[in-house]
Each structure stands twice: as C-alpha cells, then as structure tokens.
C-alpha cells in the first residue's frame, strides 16, 4: 500500500478510513469491531519503553565520536519527539568483567578504591537526562570486582559488601552526577539472594535511598515469583518483578504476586526489517499476552565492532566513530509509535488486545482525555525474535471498526501515524504522519494491510526528525597511532580499543621522568565474579576485523615480577562471551626473560618459543610483522623470530594484553593494516 494512495479514501460516510489492501476486494476483507471504553476504570498503569546500555560495552564506540554526530544519535535516541525518545535507560554497573561485548570498568577496582569517572554510562546517563529530564534510570550489574567475593565467584557470600558497593555506585551517581537512580537490579540472569534483597533494601533507606525501587530478578518469571508469594518480606522490598525474553508470555504465580511485571531485557534482534517485526510485535503484545507495562531493548545503540557477539543487535547503528557514519535503523521509528504518544503514567485501557484476523492493538490514556491507539500486524516470519522460539501464526488483511466510549465518545479527530515495513519490495515506509482519521458517532474504521503499526491519537506533538545524512561509512583507518598522551582525557579508556577481558585506562606514570609518563595500564588484577567465560589473559582489541596483513608495534611495560608478561597480537579473531576460543598470531615477551608465539590467546598452540632478554620494570618495543602465511617479531627494532609459519591466511583486529591479570603498561600503539 503506497503512502500516497492512503491520501484519501473515504467510504461508508466518513467512518471508514484507508482504502483495502491491494489485491483484496473490500467485501471480501474479515471484519472486526473493537470498543474502547474508560467507564470501569483504567487497567495496568504505562511504566514506559527503555533500552540498555551495556551487557556489555554496547555504547563503546560512541564516546568516540566527533560533534555533531555524537550529538545526532544522542537526539534520535533521547531526544522526546524527535526519534525514539525512550522513557528509559538501563545502564550496566560495570565489574570489570566480560558481559557479552566487552568489559565495562568498576567504580572500585580494589576495596580501597573509588572512581566514579570510569567508563562512559555515567556520561551516557547524563546525556540522556538532559534532553528528557524526566527519563527513569536503571542500573544493574553483570560482574563484580573479585574483592566483593573474597575469592569466591559469588557475590552473595557478603551480602552486606555487595549492598555497600551497590549502594555506593548510586551516591556517587548524586553526589559526583547529579544523576537520580530509579531503579535498582540484583545481578543480571544469575541467581537471586533473599538475604541479600531484603539487605539491600535496608542498606538504600539507611542513606536516604528510599526512592530507589528493587527489579528482581532480571532473569525468568520463576523462581522469583513463587519465592515473593512465599516470602511476604521480600514481597515487601521486590516493586518490579523483571523477566528476559518472555515471549510476551507471563506465569500465574507472577500475576499473583500483584506487582508491576516487566519485560527488563527484550529484543537483542539483528536491527534490519525483521528486527523491526520483532519488535512492533512485543511492544505491543507483552502488554496484551503478558501484563508487562514496561520494555526495555538490549541494546540501545550498537556501538561495538559488528563482528563481536550479536553484531547490530541494537536500536540504531554507530560503529564507525572514525568517519562518523551512523544509521538509524528502523527499529527507532517503531519504538516512536508508542514512545512519542504516551508516558510513564500513563494508564492502559482494559481491552483484550487481539486483533481478530492477528496482530494486536494497545490503548493508553493519560486521564485528561487523551487517547493513543497503536495496532499492529506483524506476520510470523517477519517478526522473529532471536529468543525465545516463535509458535506459528498467521496474519490477514482486515478492516477494524473502533468504538469510542466513556470519556473518549467526544473525540472527533485522531492524528495518524503509519509504519509499513517492506520485505518483498525491500521499501519500508516508516513513521509516517498520514491525513487524520475522523471519527463518527464515536467510531472509525481502518484496513489493515499485514506488516504494518499504525498509532492513532489525541496528540499533535508527534515528529520524524530529518537531521542531515550523516557522513558516508569508511574501514578503520589502515595506519593508526596512538601515544596516549592526554593529560585531562575526557574517559578512562583510549579510543577504539574495545576490552575483552580486563580493563585498560590511561595512566599518569609518575614516576617515569621519560618519555612515558602517559601510557595505556591494565589494571585488573585478580579474577572478577564472572559473569560469561572470561579469558585467563587480558586483551584489549581494535582495528577492522577484516586486516589480514599488518604490522603492530607497542611499547610495553611488565610490571610483575618473575611470572608476569604481556603481548601484541594481529588476526584477532574472537571477543565477547567467545573471548577464551580467541585465536590469531600473539607474540609475547615474559618477565623470566623468554618469548612466545602462539596461534591463540590461551597460549597452549605454540609456534615459537626462545629467550628474549625482556626484564620486568623495563620499557621495550615490541613489533609483529604479519604477511601472508608467516610472520616475524622485533625486539627494540632488532629482529628476534621470523619466518614463522601462520598455517591458514585469517583475518582479524590487532590487540595487546596481559598474560594474566596483572598490572601492565602500553605505550606508542601503531598499526599499520591492509
């Protein structure tokens, strides 16, 4: 159906809108009639529509942009009216472990520590507060600094650390940030602990944090509902009960319980049409099928090289800081049919939600006689969500006749807004504002085409926003320097290098009266609490995942003694929740004064091996040459090994490392790629 032929086709007076779908006679079409009526009262209050910021480093490439692009994909995120103008952001509360794309940084490293300039979500957060002050905010952690377990991988052993740590991430948030937390998770898709719950809870009203509400258990429906009936204090501190993936489908014991059910992670589905389908149709149908009435996209932006785990699994695209190229993929536009045209709030009208030939309808009201209307028809196939599996339904062309009742019978005109996503034709119109819809004696009708989300509404605020193209995409520059010399660095990490296990930052060597005095350190030094499969080494890549040839020199420093040792790497071929299956051509140098080269991160494929002279607490350059089939290392700019044999031709990033969680330094970073 083109947009221009739904410019105008009146039937039956005025109360018929939309011509039939082409190809379908209008006798023909399945008929259904709706009522909408706020005479016995709303249903479930609106808790808003958000996404998350990492799970992990999702937002990594982002800070790095340039003005005004960085500025651009803020607004079409944030910004109300304007894009997908979310009513909340989710954000990780790094622990510097691996959490699907990377690791985010910890506010305390190590027990004496504290640092509330880590990373990039608390700029992330403030961004987002200042073009809608009135967004919710949620953290939640994935990892924990090993000094939260006292060397055991659980964070639960003592709960009053861990409510001290959590606890002390929301003060710094005021205190340094200004920024108000709304909502407070427990740990994201492990177990719960009561103790540690009802500890929390108890630790929050101790600093004046009785505004914060607890999400539990960011997980499944079950065990959590069933222990909250159990448990009436914990029934009494838990105020959201958040579930993953839920296939728009609740539990009894969930609805029992009486408390706001959410979607708290959702999506996590390839940005292109289908990711569109998937998520029009769980907007709308976790609501209807689920009772949810909140959910929250993983991810919001995706802003991570696309050949990590769940590549472009995000709302818009931006992973090109270096050319400033972004892409505002369609899934915005669909979060815009309900996010531009309700608010936290709001209320959803009891209605049963199913559309009679498929699809779904949500109706919210805001109580001063304003009305949204969003309807959707997504079709099996173009509306597959990457979990859970979808059951078989199907969708056909329909006419829709809505009956206005209760307060909402005065209501003489709607302004419609239209998205129809294209998968034969590869057209996809999105978020277009059509002719309003006249409604008389309290009725409309529509014909609904498959595949399209239309909203309908009392609001006239509703705006696509045109910003200028961004500029065209470019690969990673093939020559890349970096000497980390920035006295005042706007973040704690270099720019482009995306950790993967461990967490590099910039370093003030102050001891160093020489030419390092700013360097690039690994500062994780024991195991976190783990929350994928973290590599025993640390790695920190960067670059474009498709180099094949390349030369990568650093400077690098061992600052533990006897066992410790860094490396420098090329063809990287793996990060993420894969990091520990990591392969590619890793030159290391020991402190014991020995060298390795190896056809993979865990060390255990070795290609070489020879004494070096390396000492620990000494500054040397590394080089690796990769050509072909083989590569050679330089020490200082002396040759060490060569021709060594790299079996198959891969391609990959370049990274640096450590060979265990240790202190280290890097220094002048140059690559050189094809």
Excluded at 100 to 111: A, I, K, L, N
Excluded at 157 to 164: I, L, Q
Excluded at 255 to 278: H, I, M, P, Q, R
Excluded at 519 to 528: A, F, G, K, S, Y
Aim: net charge negative.
């Amino acid at each position: 159906m083109r947009c221009a032929a739904l410019l105008w086709g009146w039937l039956l007076l005025g109360c018929s809108w939309g011509p039939a779908p082409p190809g379908v006679s209008a006798a023909a079409l399945l008929t259904a009639t709706y009522v909408l009526d706020d005479a016995s009262g709303p249903g479930r209050q609106f808790d808003g529509i958000g996404a998350v910021s990492g799970g992990g480093a999702t937002s990594r490439l982002l800070v790095t942009y340039q003005e005004p692009y960085r500025s651009q994909i803020l607004d079409y995120l944030f910004k109300p009216s304007f894009g997908a103008s979310l009513h909340i952001l989710k954000v990780e509360i790094g622990g510097d472990g691996q959490s699907t794309d990377g690791t985010e940084p910890s506010h305390m490293h190590y027990e004496n520590d504290e640092n509330y300039f880590r990373g990039y979500e608390w700029w992330l957060m403030k961004e987002a507060k200042k073009r809608n002050p009135k967004i919710k905010l949620i953290g939640l952690p994935w990892t924990f600094p090993a000094w939260i377990g006292k060397g055991e991988n659980w964070p639960y052993d003592y709960p009053d650390v861990t409510a001290y740590y959590i606890v002390s991430w929301i003060l710094g948030a005021k205190q340094y940030h200004d920024l108000d937390i709304d909502y407070i998770g427990i740990w994201n898709e492990r177990a719960f602990s009561s103790k540690y719950i009802k500890l929390l809870r108890y630790t929050l009203d101790k600093h004046g944090l009785q505004q914060v509400r607890i999400i539990a258990s960011d997980r499944l429906w079950e065990p959590i509902s069933f222990v909250l009936l159990l448990d009436s204090e914990l029934h009494g501190v838990v105020d959201v009960i958040g579930a993953h993936y839920p296939g728009t489908k609740t539990v009894p014991n969930a609805l029992l319980t009486k408390k706001k059910l959410w979607s708290s992670e959702d999506y996590s589905t390839f940005n292109d049409e289908v990711g569109a389908g998937c998520w029009a149709r769980i907007l709308n149908q976790n609501y209807v099928n689920g009772n949810m009435t909140s959910t929250i996209a993983w991810n919001l932006v995706a802003s991570y090289y696309e050949e990590l785990p769940f590549g472009r699994c995000g709302l818009m695209t931006a992973q090109e800081p270096w050319s400033g190229h972004y892409k505002v993929e369609a899934p915005i536009w669909i979060t815009a049919h309900t996010t531009q045209f309700t608010q936290p709030g709001w209320s959803y009208l009891q209605v049963d939600g199913h559309l009679e030939g498929g699809g779904s309808f949500v109706a919210l009201t805001d109580g001063l006689g304003n009305l949204t209307i969003i309807i959707e028809t997504m079709t099996h196939n173009h509306s597959q969500c990457i979990r859970p599996p979808l059951p078989h339904f199907s969708v056909t062309p329909q006419r829709a006749t809505f009956y206005l009742k209760g307060s909402f019978y005065m209501v003489e005109t709607l302004q419609v807004w239209h998205s129809r996503l294209g998968f034969e034709s590869g057209n996809s119109s999105l978020f277009q504002q059509l002719h309003p819809v006249k409604v008389w004696k309290g009725s409309f009708s529509l014909d609904l085409n498959v595949d399209e989300v239309y909203t309908l509404t009392t609001l006239k605020t509703g705006q696509k926003c045109g910003c200028p193209e961004p500029p065209p995409p470019q690969p990673f520059p093939s020559n890349y320097k970096d000497d980390f010399n920035i006295r005042n660095p706007p973040f704690s990490e270099a720019p482009n290098f995306a950790d993967q296990t461990g967490v590099f930052e910039y370093f003030i060597n102050a001891s160093d009266p020489g030419d390092h005095v700013f360097t690039l350190r690994q500062v994780v030094v024991q195991r976190p609490i783990t929350w994928a499969s973290d590599a025993d080494q640390t790695i920190s890549v960067i670059g474009n995942f498709q180099w094949v040839n390349m030369t990568v020199t650093c400077d690098i420093y061992i600052e533990k003694q006897r066992d410790g040792g860094v490396f420098v790497a090329g063809r990287v071929d793996n990060g993420g929740i894969y990091v520990r299956r990591t392969k590619g051509v890793f030159f290391w140098v020991f402190a014991d004064g020995t060298y390795r080269v190896t056809g993979d991160l865990a060390g255990e494929e070795i290609l070489m091996k020879g004494l070096s002279g390396v000492r620990d607490n000494a500054w040397h350059t590394l080089t690796l040459n990769i050509q072909g089939t083989s590569a050679s290392g330089l020490l200082n700019g002396y040759p060490l090994w060569e021709n060594v044999t790299v079996s198959k031709l891969s391609n990959g990033w370049a990274a640096i490392g450590t060979r265990s969680f240790e202190f280290a330094q890097f220094d002048n970073f140059h690559i050189e790629a094809s």
